[in-house]
């Protein structure tokens, strides 16, 4: 029986957020999808910019790609999102997990978004159910849920290759934070564990990094490097153990710079608010909220 093809990815790194942003596809001329967009902005101005996203486009034209998903690992509360701009200018599906309703719940709430807010996920094209399986051109791919960071963290497995989001970091940076509204460091746990029970060679694509001193940002790992090495989940580490670890942690962490823009856009995939009478969109800054 012939093996599957292997996918072809291209990494975007934004070193304003720390986020990577991925191409992933069959073959030049091909199909893809882009995984986690970043939409600059400028927190002082309240301006966005497309720059970030503009190497995205440039890549995937220069490959003669056919963009089928534009994929969300989950609603990121560090970037604002790129995906609506990227499917005025591509195409493609913006699609993310189905548990994106209960983080919209939770957020219209706290922002006090406009009466008419959906928070049953049309704002996106396609709902991942767990273990979904879907194609990018003649790519095998499939979602895979992996809440704890949050509710709806949405893992793709695309042949060999894992995009894991925010569960995972590189194995000297750990593991990511449970502390946001709906997030639980024994969920989390369970959510890697599910990560790390694949074959030993798959290959675990990072949605950040934030190197210590004297090592380059990098994304790249595997299944048998964050079993031996990863600080807070390697091999060995009890549930107990890492909840207590991430609780403490978690207390430490000040709130990303940019949640509050970034929730508001992120859950209504890439979409500004409505604007208001005068023709500009506002967002909203809870006081004492968060």
């Excluded at 591509?90 to 959906?118: C, D, N, R």
């Excluded at 060995?236 to 856009?265: H, K």
Aim: proline share 7%; aromatic share 8%; charged share 20%.
């Amino acid at each position: 029986m012939q093996n599957p093809i292997q996918p072809q990815i291209q990494a975007f790194f934004d070193p304003v957020t720390w986020t990577v942003s991925y191409v992933v596809f069959d073959r030049a001329g091909g199909h893809c999808a882009i995984v986690d967009p970043v939409l600059d902005y400028d927190p002082k101005a309240g301006r966005t910019r497309t720059g970030s996203a503009g190497k995205v486009v440039d890549f995937v034209q220069e490959q003669q790609l056919s963009v089928q998903w534009i994929l969300e690992t989950h609603a990121h509360a560090d970037h604002l999102t790129a995906a609506h701009y990227l499917r005025e200018v591509l195409g493609g599906q913006i699609a993310i997990g189905a548990a994106i309703t209960q983080v919209q719940k939770v957020f219209k709430g706290i922002f006090h978004l406009e009466p008419g807010f959906p928070t049953d996920g049309t704002q996106f094209d396609h709902l991942f159910a767990d273990g979904e399986a879907f194609r990018i051109g003649d790519l095998q791919a499939r979602a895979l849920a992996v809440p704890g960071h949050t509710p709806a963290c949405m893992a793709y497995q695309v042949g060999n290759t894992v995009f894991v989001g925010d569960t995972l970091f590189m194995p000297d940076v750990g593991t990511a934070r449970c502390d946001f509204p709906g997030g639980n460091a024994r969920t989390l746990y369970q959510s890697i564990q599910r990560l790390l029970a694949l074959p030993s060679e798959t290959r675990l694509f990072m949605c950040h990094d934030y190197p210590p001193e004297g090592r380059e940002p990098a994304w790249e790992t595997t299944v048998a490097e964050q079993r031996a090495n990863n600080i807070h989940v390697h091999d060995g580490v009890r549930e107990d153990e890492f909840a207590a670890m991430r609780s403490r942690r978690d207390a430490t962490l000040e709130m990303p710079a940019l949640i509050m823009p970034s929730v508001q856009i992120n859950i209504r995939a890439g979409h500004m608010p409505p604007k208001d009478d005068n023709g500009v969109a506002y967002l909203r800054i809870p006081l004492n909220a968060l």
